[in-house]
């Protein structure tokens, strides 16, 4: 096959992405990108050194498209970091399957590193520093990653739900009342509520 002359990086990416959204996390290899871009696995390495740097720039994509704009001054600290994780989680819940990406390749993903810095400056300027703030962003990044996998691999209107509302009550009887519950929660009743029960505790 012969080698695209348009190839960028970018147009790598988005193969790869696309690759992901459509068969898979477990789908993505150098060979799979090279046939999405109509061109043959070796010449693939004159790009990329090896699936890592293929999916380094992956999250280099999907971060990229975060606004990391500091949101308005003057509003309560928990409302602009709310607006922060929305900006976060509506980015990386367009490609759930790459979610596992994000995790691990983040701390080189230059939107998602000035994602954490706008946050950081957030948390600094409503008196949380030190081991706090270091406790702060993982939390954040920790709720907000979670938050996107249950929401993709098990939400709370699936099969999985009404399995367990429908447990025994005599064993069960608190599990059965809430997945009974769950049921009419959205995502984003799911996602915002959560998110601030945690910036609460953040508070405090």
Do not use: K, N, Q, S
């Given at each position: 096959m012969p080698r695209p002359r348009s190839l960028t990086l970018d147009r790598l990416?988005?193969?790869a992405l696309t690759v992901i959204d459509r068969d898979g996390l477990a789908a993505l290899s150098m060979r799979t990108v090279a046939k999405e871009l109509g061109m043959s696995p070796m010449g693939l390495y004159r790009y990329v050194s090896d699936r890592d740097e293929l999916e380094g720039l992956v999250v280099d994509r999907v971060l990229g498209s975060v606004d990391t704009t500091p949101p308005p001054a003057g509003t309560p600290w928990q409302e602009r970091v709310e607006t922060m994780a929305g900006r976060l989680r509506d980015?990386?819940?367009?490609?759930p399957e790459a979610v596992p990406l994000t995790v691990a390749h983040r701390h080189h993903a230059a939107g998602g590193l000035r994602w954490s810095e706008t946050v950081l400056g957030i948390l600094t300027e409503a008196g949380i520093d030190g081991g706090r703030r270091v406790?702060?962003?993982?939390?954040?990044?920790?709720?907000?990653t979670g938050a996107i996998q249950l929401e993709h691999l098990g939400p709370l209107s699936g099969e999985g739900t009404a399995t367990i509302a429908a447990l025994?009550?005599?064993?069960?009887?608190?599990?059965?009342?809430t997945a009974r519950t769950a049921g009419a929660i959205s995502p984003d009743q799911e996602f915002t509520e959560g998110l601030r029960l945690l910036?609460?505790?953040?508070?405090c």
């Open positions: 990416a988005a193969a980015a990386v819940a367009r490609h406790v702060a962003l993982r939390a954040l990044h920790g709720y907000i025994p009550e005599d064993r069960f009887p608190h599990l059965a009342e910036l609460r505790g953040l508070a």
